[in-house]
């Protein structure tokens, strides 16, 4: 049977742990101590609950996704739609938990990173609804690529500070939040937005998504009778992923497909395909797969979607691919978008980029497995990625 | 004992505090850093720190991660980093501390490292992100070789961790002055004389105060209370402002120490 928490240190098999400079680490287990205490207090379980309920909007709809079921002509597609929750994607989940966390903790100040924005924009929500000051880094590549996200986070009151170093996408972001953490640690919670990171932020965040699964989880027997026979969803960082996945795991019958950017190709610097061109290493705070160069530095990435740009994973991901209880593959830019077009056509659900990169695999596989029912993660709604589709649909911009 | 221990020994026999120089191995180039490192002690540094460049430096201010990035471009490895310090061996006993991030060094595998290094004549390795609890088969590798472990201690330390850092240590402690990134400021924090009378309830090793250190003044502050201070972003931003100029600027911030030229005892 697979372990489904990690060790007392933080790590997944090989993967996970604490990496991170001295000033750090006693934060990191005031956080810990923080949140296993609150593990076990149901008032914080029950005021997460009503928040998760009354202000996200959960739980979310497992939709069957009948016409494009019958247009492929092979399994049945449902679609968890993380999309309908308030901000449009499931990044909310974590964000209400660890506002939570933040205040017990006496912390007034917040700060995060982002790439999409999703991240961002449910980070200055909580924080807004909170009263909690608010700083998001982004990198400048991604400020450009989804400028209604940071118009959002601004409206909200975030200050949103622009990352003009190395790749100017989330990994700058990330290395720019832990160096201002690392300077206001006393007043400060930084809240990390994926499965990644120092311990106890990948359990701690798989944790506060892990909602995901066990509402799908729950639905699909409803509605079914029986478990799925495939779990899809996009793996960034892998919150989503490892949300929807993490109820399933002992389920040895359902097969869980994590889809990671493919990019432009295969070329290094070209994808965030971190399980087919990467190895294991050290990156911001956790031991996971990395895309690096022989000399152990972090390569750049690309995708169409910034919030799958990132050159490491979320280590439980690495331990479930090591033991082959998840499959990993990807999907590249141009497929995602007509997957997400595809999408639109069909059910009248505009994806996310990132989502799109899950919909795209069930729309691969499902015509080759007719009598099967797959549950596609819906991660967050398109209209962030309005201008990103215009530039790649000219076709539909007609002057 | 390595180069360093021989080094502390001389320094308490000679009843001074000593001077910890960090440079970024490659910056401006590779071919630049022996000269510099020669300049620095003739400036009257003790100990030389090579940092080696890494892409995401998260414990770095804007001076040295820009230096990094120079190196990167200019080519610096890991391995040719070692090739520096052998170059330097040729006319210098200075003691070299390895200066980097974890994951170059996982990447050279630290089995390799350690053997590479003690051959190239570096006397010891601090990598930034590895905490004691994950550097236990580093650690070893590295002792195993002769060579020192060195390991941070930030105000944020508990007492259970400053044990910690001060059991895996060897060489000497690297005082982390304040809670913050590399990077030069106007004032000495307040949090860092607390933090040497924690730190000597645990251990007998020498402590070296660092960042944020950047003036004379800075430096005379903490005569008599740490057994050597280290300067790093207000060198590299003298090498970026003007390479020449280094052993000057290194002159005028030990002057506090009592000492105005030197080198290591070969």
């Known amino acids: ?399 | 004992m390595t180069r360093i221990g021989q080094l502390f020994q001389r320094l308490k026999a000679e009843n001074r505090c000593g001077m910890i120089a960090y440079l970024t191995a490659g910056d401006p180039t590779p071919d630049a850093t022996p000269g510099l490192v020669a300049a620095l002690e003739r400036g009257g540094a003790d100990l030389i720190e090579l940092g080696v460049p890494f892409s995401d430096p998260i414990a770095d201010g804007p001076v040295i991660q820009l230096a990094g990035e120079r190196a990167l471009k200019a080519g610096t490895t890991l391995a040719r980093v070692l090739e520096i310090a052998r170059e330097i061996r040729k006319t210098s006993e200075v003691p070299l501390l390895l200066f980097t991030y974890l994951n170059p060094a996982l990447r050279y595998g630290f089995e390799r490292l350690a053997h590479d290094a003690k051959a190239a004549g570096i006397d010891g390795c601090l990598l930034t992100d590895a905490s004691v609890e994950e550097a236990g088969e580093y650690v070893s590798q590295m002792r195993a070789a002769g060579l020192d472990t060195v390991f941070l201690a930030a105000p944020t330390s508990t007492e259970a961790r400053l044990k910690l850092v001060a059991q895996y240590s060897s060489g000497f402690v690297y005082m982390v002055s304040r809670t913050g990134i590399t990077g030069e400021q106007q004032n000495i924090s307040d949090s860092a004389m607390p933090l040497v009378e924690r730190m000597r309830a645990h251990t007998d090793l020498p402590l070296a105060m660092g960042f944020g250190i950047s003036k004379p003044e800075h430096v005379a502050a903490f005569v008599g209370k740490v057994e050597a201070v280290v300067v790093g972003s207000a060198i590299v931003r003298q090498i970026e402002r003007d390479p020449s100029g280094v052993e000057q600027f290194m002159r005028e911030l030990t002057q506090p120490l009592g000492k105005t030229s030197g080198g290591a005892i070969s």
């Open chain 1, 1 to 399: 049977m697979i372990a489904t928490q990690p060790d007392a240190g933080g790590h997944f098999g090989p993967y996970g742990g604490r990496y991170v400079p001295e000033v750090l680490m006693s934060p990191l287990e005031e956080l810990q101590h923080t949140y296993e205490e609150a593990r076990l207090d149901p008032a914080f379980h029950a005021e997460l609950d009503q928040l998760l309920h009354t202000y996200a909007g959960r739980p979310t709809p497992l939709y069957y996704a009948k016409r494009l079921s019958e247009t492929l002509g092979g399994a049945k597609l449902y679609i968890k739609r993380e999309d309908l929750l308030h901000t449009g994607a499931h990044k909310i989940n974590n964000c209400i938990g660890q506002a939570l966390l933040a205040r017990r903790m006496g912390k007034k100040r917040i700060i995060a990173e982002t790439g999409a924005g999703q991240h961002g924009v449910a980070t200055a929500t909580v924080c807004a609804l909170f009263g909690l000051d608010c700083t998001v880094y982004m990198g400048e590549e991604d400020m450009r690529r989804q400028r209604l996200n940071v118009f959002r986070m601004r409206l909200l009151g975030a200050k949103v500070e622009p990352v003009t170093n190395g790749s100017r996408t989330l990994k700058d972001a990330i290395s720019e939040a832990m160096r201002d953490w690392v300077t206001n640690v006393s007043n400060t919670h930084y809240l990390l937005g994926s499965a990644l990171g120092a311990h106890p932020y990948p359990a701690m965040v798989r944790d506060f998504h892990r909602v995901i699964g066990v509402e799908a989880r729950q639905q699909i027997l409803e509605v079914e009778g029986k478990l799925p026979d495939a779990v899809i969803a996009c793996v960034g960082g892998g919150s989503n992923a490892i949300g929807i996945f993490h109820p399933f795991i002992e389920d040895d019958g359902v097969r869980l497909i994590g889809v990671e950017a493919g990019g432009r190709g295969p070329g290094l610097g070209q994808h965030a395909a971190r399980f087919e061109g990467g190895s294991p290493g050290v990156l911001q705070g956790t031991r996971s797969y990395l895309l690096q160069d022989e000399d152990g530095q972090i390569s750049l990435t690309h995708s169409v979607s910034a919030g799958l740009d990132y050159a490491s994973v979320g280590p439980e991901h690495a331990l479930l691919h090591d033991l082959c209880r998840a499959e990993y593959g990807s999907c590249n830019d141009t497929d995602a978008i007509a997957a997400a077009v595809t999408l639109s056509r069909t059910e009248g659900i505009i994806p996310a980029l990132e989502s799109a990169h899950a919909v795209a695999e069930a729309i691969r596989i499902a015509p080759a497995h007719p009598g099967q029912t797959f549950i596609v993660n819906l991660s967050g709604r398109g209209d962030k990625d309005i201008d990103i589709y215009r530039e790649n649909l000219p076709e539909l911009d007609a002057k």
